[in-house]
């Protein structure tokens, strides 16, 4: 998502460690887990060694459980996390309530892994870092074809051409046409998101106080945080419009 995501985050898969054991097995399952619980290590890392400014802030993410039952698959998370060597805790529904601002979680999981981000400046941060690693980088260059040729890469866009070993093609959710076998691999999934403007310290200090971002367990979730402004920014899954025919049921 580059730019437009959340800024928050959050550490391993959707994916319990122990699923991953069984999936991949004692040894490879143990380095999967190990890998994907390492990620948000990687990442502040990766800002402090170039630098990067993007608002970083390491103060934990807060998963709210939305009913009982929820909050029990929580608790089994946290066990496995733990068991893993990670720092996390269940919050009870009177500390969920301090630590969100909300009354409505019926508890919550704080995972000190996490944090939140600038995620628009983590991106330039890195295309900075990248070009002074010696990387070029090019914008407003629409590929308008991708050809292999012998052993090589021809990428056409239009007024010049790049010829390569290996082409990378991380469009995501806006691959077209020009790698249709790609397209077809791949389903946007539309979030959204609003922000007010900068609240006041006193509304600030009542809201996700501790600076975590905050998302919850409903399959359609709903997240938010508070950026380094004081503006409280809210997301959640789904377009910004839907188009809704209504039928004669009879």
Known sequence: ASGRNGGQVIAGLKFDPEELVSIFGNGLGSRVVETVGATADVLFETIARYDIAC??????????????????????RA??????????????????????GSNFYAGAWLDTRGGTIQPLMYARGLAKA?????????????????????????VDCGRGSVIAD?????????????TSVLRRTVVPVTSIQIA????????????????????????????????????????SQGPTHVDVTLKDAT
Do not use: M
């Open 130 to 154: 990248a070009s002074h690693l010696g990387a070029k980088i090019f914008v407003g260059s629409q590929v308008v074809s991708l050809r292999r040729i012998g052993p090589s890469w021809h």
């Open 166 to 178: 290996n082409v990378v093609v991380a469009t995501n959710a806006y691959t077209g046409n020009i």
């Open 55 to 76: 608002h970083a802030a390491r103060n934990g993410w807060l998963q709210g459980a939305h009913c009982e039952r929820a909050l029990s698959r929580q608790r089994e």
């Open 196 to 235: 007010t403007d900068p609240r006041p310290a006193d509304i600030r200090e009542t809201i996700l106080p501790g600076g975590q971002a905050l998302s919850e367990t409903r399959h359609v979730l709903r997240y938010s945080r508070l950026d380094a402004d004081g503006r409280f920014v809210i997301g």
């Open 79 to 100: 066990r496995q996390w733990k068991n893993f060597g990670a720092d996390t805790r269940i919050l009870e529904a009177s500390d969920a309530a301090s630590a969100t």
